[in-house]
């Protein structure tokens, strides 16, 4: 195996401004894959594997991707036509998902690893483990280039509390038994990539003190063009978007709106909607799903944006900041690559109703440049993250 190469300087702190393809950046002809740990639906780290395979590679050398479990339905059709491999155990019938009913393929957990080290990846050159579970455990042929784009290391190995409170699934004695061999997998395999990729600065600093190596810092893409920032706003109308689940604190944001003179619009699905409908205030109105089209309408009209949730990064602060409405959000996790208090928004120290309350009213009162926080949200646009893995991926080839 090839020894791990240092990152240089200026890719580690990736804070060029011109967007990809006007600097005379030469898009990827290397023959590679995509390896990422499942496709459960079309979210945020499916998202980065699309622009990944559409926006890094010469036309004619898209690469080919693997992954466990695929709900090819819920993709693009692009997406799910480039996917060449994916296990035969999760496509078991009540094993695996359909549509949006999620199965069981989870369970096989503890197979993963060994799915993915098992892989054929021989003919490509350039291998993307795409990781947030058991991706990184590929093994590309020892002369290719390996480079992990890692959203956290795995959660059930590293942080088990902090997973069981996010997604439920796998906890108690079951989790506990399976820690310490998931454990060792992982720092086995964090060895192998050439080079990570963190998608913010709380993720390189677990990647730090999990693996021992550095990270370059490169964050995911965002589809900042998607929202006005001119639009009319309507006064004391705030906004919250996310899973009804209880890591997003959807109850503290409520609590906090309760009794206040501003109005609060949640979107979202999940486990706690009947909890949280038979108390809302009546201030606060809570929706279900919405279209993409409908929630930038709710972005653009808001004049501020909250979420309190511990996040590894935080696409929806980006979104609401390139609608030009300032975030509430906790001073933790990916907000801290976003939201510069004072700036961009006001960040709590801990997410209760008093603390964010106290921040909605100093967003309520605070005139904010909405160019000015479409500009920040514009750091994070699809061209800068294309820039910017271009950058590293060059950086770590022979």
């Known amino acids: 195996m090839q020894a791990p190469r240092p990152y240089p300087s200026a890719v580690a702190q990736t804070e ?27 979210h945020g780290s499916e998202r980065v594997v699309e622009a990944m395979r559409t926006g890094l590679f010469e036309p004619g050398s898209e690469p080919d991707v693997y992954t466990f479990q695929a709900a090819r339905e819920l993709l693009p059709a692009g997406l799910a036509a480039a996917i060449v491999q994916e296990s035969r155990l999760a496509r078991l019938p009540g094993i695996r998902q359909v549509g949006h009913r999620p199965g069981h393929w989870r369970l096989l957990l ?21 990781s947030h579970a058991c991706a990184v455990n590929v093994r590309p042929r020892e002369d290719a280039t390996h480079v992990c784009y ?45 080079g990570y990729v963190a998608i913010s600065e709380a993720v390189r600093e677990r990647i730090r003190r999990f693996y021992g190596r550095d990270a370059a810092v490169v964050h995911p893409p965002v589809d ?21 689940v209880a890591y997003k604190q959807p109850e503290v944001v409520i609590e906090a709106f309760r009794g206040l003179p501003y109005n609060l619009t949640m979107v979202g699905v999940g486990p706690l909607e009947d909890e949280l409908r038979a108390s809302l205030p009546p201030n606060v109105e809570l929706r279900g799903w919405v279209s993409r089209e409908e929630l930038a309408r709710l972005y653009e009209r808001a004049s501020g944006f909250v979420h309190v949730g511990e996040e590894d990064f ?58 000015a926080l479409a500009a920040r949200a514009a750091e994070f646009s699809r061209e800068r993250f294309l820039e910017r893995m271009l950058d590293v991926v060059e950086s770590l080839r022979p």
């Open 16 to 42: 060029s401004t011109t967007p990809a393809g006007t600097r005379g950046l030469e898009l990827l002809s290397a023959r590679a894959a995509i390896v990422h740990d499942w496709f459960q639906g079309y």
């Open 110 to 130: 503890p197979y993963m690893p060994r799915y993915f080290s098992g892989l054929d990846l021989d003919r490509y050159d350039l291998v993307v483990s795409s």
């Open 150 to 194: 890692c959203y956290t290391p795995i959660r059930y190995a590293w942080m088990p509390d902090t997973e069981a409170r996010r997604v439920g699934g796998l906890r108690g004695a079951g989790l506990r038994a399976l820690r310490g061999r998931l454990q060792r997998i992982d720092l086995e395999a964090s060895r192998r990539p050439d």
């Open 224 to 244: 900042v063009e998607d929202f006005d920032p001119t639009a009319e706003k309507e006064p004391r109308r705030f906004l919250w978007a996310h899973r009804l």
């Open 314 to 371: 935080g696409i929806t602060m980006v979104e609401a900041l390139a609608a030009g409405t300032p975030v509430v959000g906790l001073d933790a996790g990916g907000a801290r690559d976003i939201v510069r208090p004072g700036e961009d928004g006001i960040l709590v120290k801990r997410a209760n109703p008093e603390s964010v309350r106290t921040a909605v009213r100093q967003v309520a009162a605070t005139e904010w440049d909405r160019r």
